[in-house]
């Protein structure tokens, strides 16, 4: 039985009507002086919320995916993904370039039908909001239709006005194609750091390279500023106020991975250490993403994979920007007893920290001005469709999607009789 995650699907509003059911006016005349209260006007205002249609439609469990907020239209967009998770631990494969928006008004979501040519099937990609544009970018990730992988280091636009996709064509010194980056846009430009250039499923390639593309020519330029972070793969990034701020990663498979935070100056090009990690930081993690809060001059960190046997992390740290200080806002689960062998774990394997989503990395993850949000990702159940929100005025996680319908851990659904984690 899945635990019910209380919330208000709206999924009709009537809207009511302020006329008087015998159509006179009652309004007093326009130099009366008597206030149209007082002469008995007992009409209802109109209420101007949407319409909510019931789409009948929600997205399935997923991962390896991306999610952008679309301002506009207020609602998050979700491109592509891993529709089967791993089975013990051997890789699965079922890609797509499927397109999904979840309304942040109505609480529902529904299946797009872009135009234009889009990337296409993409996994571990990167989809980022340009503000300025009205419009996000899609940069590289990877599809496989047979082996090894395929990497992509192409660029493409998705108009939030129209639901158009675009390709844009670059000119310049660009990165290599990859996966897994750290990607974001300051400004005019879209940044990338990092990355997997790795074509088996059986190993990671961290690199350690910069580049910049110019929104306005479509040029890249290679970034070979002193102090960059070490070459990884899987890093968050975010920017917040003038700095690209980039958290974690490793290399390869065999580590290390890291805690350590750094910061990129947009306006001078020029890299510095914000944090070198050790026992005042985070756990060591990949996967983990960021968010901006601008106002307040944080970044949050949440997710990902850490280097011991809990593996998926679901704890919320904030990272001070001017004090140079992390502070824990969400703890994790936490661990009870050893895996029984790799990907098998005992029911007890967790408590669960019920004010917070399952542990999770491989997931989409956007944000608004006062919301970071967690779409969908890969459990240690397989993958999730539900949304969370970390909000930057408390620090803590709010439901904000349906609730999970797979991927979810036993222990968090309120079973008494759960065989192991998962069932």
């Known amino acids: 039985m899945l635990r019910l995650i209380t919330f208000a699907l709206s999924f009709s509003l009537l809207i009511a009507c302020g006329?008087?059911?015998?159509?006179?006016?009652?309004?007093?005349?326009?130099?009366?002086?008597?206030?149209?209260?007082?002469?008995?006007?007992?009409?209802?205002?109109?209420?101007?919320?949407?319409?909510?249609?019931?789409?009948?439609?929600?997205?399935?469990?997923?991962?390896?995916?991306?999610?952008?907020?679309?301002?506009?239209?207020?609602?998050?967009?979700?491109?592509?993904?891993?529709?089967?998770?791993?089975v013990m631990c051997v890789p699965a494969y079922e890609l797509t370039s499927d397109m999904w928006a979840f309304d942040l008004t109505c609480e529902q979501w529904s299946r797009l039908t872009p135009n234009g040519t889009g990337p296409g099937v993409r996994t571990r990609h990167h989809f980022v909001v340009d503000g300025a544009r009205q419009r996000a970018i899609a940069f590289g990730g990877r599809d496989r239709t047979g082996a090894p992988y395929t990497n992509y280091a192409d660029v493409f636009a998705f108009d939030f006005a129209t639901d158009t996709w675009?390709?844009?064509?670059?000119?310049?010194?660009?990165?290599?194609?990859?996966?897994?980056?750290?990607?974001?846009?300051?400004?005019?430009?879209?940044?990338?750091?990092?990355?997997?250039?790795?074509?088996?499923?059986?190993?990671?390639?961290?690199?350690?390279?910069?580049?910049?593309?110019?929104?306005?020519?479509?040029?890249?330029?290679?970034?070979?500023?002193?102090?960059?972070?070490?070459?990884?793969?899987?890093?968050?990034?975010?920017?917040?106020?003038?700095?690209?701020v980039v958290?974690?990663?490793?290399?390869?498979?065999?580590?290390p991975y890291r805690n350590d935070l750094y910061a990129?100056?947009?306006?001078?090009?020029?890299?510095?250490?914000?944090?070198?990690?050790?026992?005042?930081?985070?756990?060591?993690?990949?996967?983990?993403?960021?968010?901006?809060?601008?106002?307040?001059?944080?970044?949050?960190?949440?997710?990902?994979?850490?280097?011991?046997?809990?593996?998926?992390?679901?704890?919320?740290?904030?990272?001070?920007?001017?004090?140079?200080?992390?502070?824990?806002?969400?703890?994790?689960?936490?661990?009870?007893?050893?895996?029984?062998?790799?990907?098998?774990?005992?029911?007890?394997?967790?408590?669960?920290?019920?004010d917070a989503p399952d542990r999770r990395h491989y997931f989409g993850h956007t944000q608004s001005a006062t919301m970071g949000y967690v779409v969908g990702g890969k459990t240690d159940c397989g993958n999730i469709n539900d949304i969370w929100a970390i909000d930057f005025a408390t620090g803590l996680y709010v439901p904000v999607g349906p609730a999970a319908t797979t991927g979810e851990a036993c222990n968090r659904t309120g079973s008494t009789t759960c065989s192991s984690l998962c069932f």
């Open 247 to 255: 958290f974690g990663g490793t290399p390869s498979f065999s580590g």
């Open 19 to 86: 006329d008087d059911d015998s159509g006179a006016d009652t309004s007093p005349p326009s130099d009366g002086g008597t206030d149209a209260t007082d002469a008995g006007d007992t009409s209802v205002p109109e209420d101007t919320s949407p319409e909510c249609t019931p789409t009948g439609e929600i997205i399935g469990g997923l991962g390896e995916h991306t999610a952008v907020f679309d301002e506009m239209n207020n609602r998050l967009v979700v491109y592509g993904g891993n529709t089967v998770a791993p």
């Open 264 to 354: 990129f100056d947009v306006t001078t090009d020029t890299w510095r250490a914000l944090a070198g990690g050790g026992p005042d930081s985070p756990p060591t993690r990949f996967g983990g993403e960021l968010y901006a809060d601008d106002a307040n001059g944080l970044v949050y960190l949440t997710g990902g994979h850490d280097s011991t046997s809990l593996g998926n992390i679901n704890d919320v740290w904030a990272f001070d920007i001017a004090a140079g200080t992390w502070r824990q806002t969400v703890d994790a689960d936490v661990q009870n007893a050893e895996p029984f062998g790799r990907c098998d774990f005992p029911a007890n394997f967790t408590t669960p920290n019920m």
């Open 166 to 244: 675009s390709e844009i064509v670059t000119t310049g010194t660009g990165p290599s194609p990859r996966s897994n980056g750290a990607v974001a846009i300051a400004g005019d430009r879209l940044l990338v750091f990092g990355g997997d250039v790795a074509t088996s499923g059986f190993e990671l390639t961290g690199v350690g390279d910069f580049f910049s593309l110019d929104l306005t020519t479509n040029e890249w330029t290679e970034i070979t500023a002193e102090g960059a972070p070490s070459p990884r793969l899987y890093p968050g990034g975010v920017v917040v106020g003038d700095d690209f």
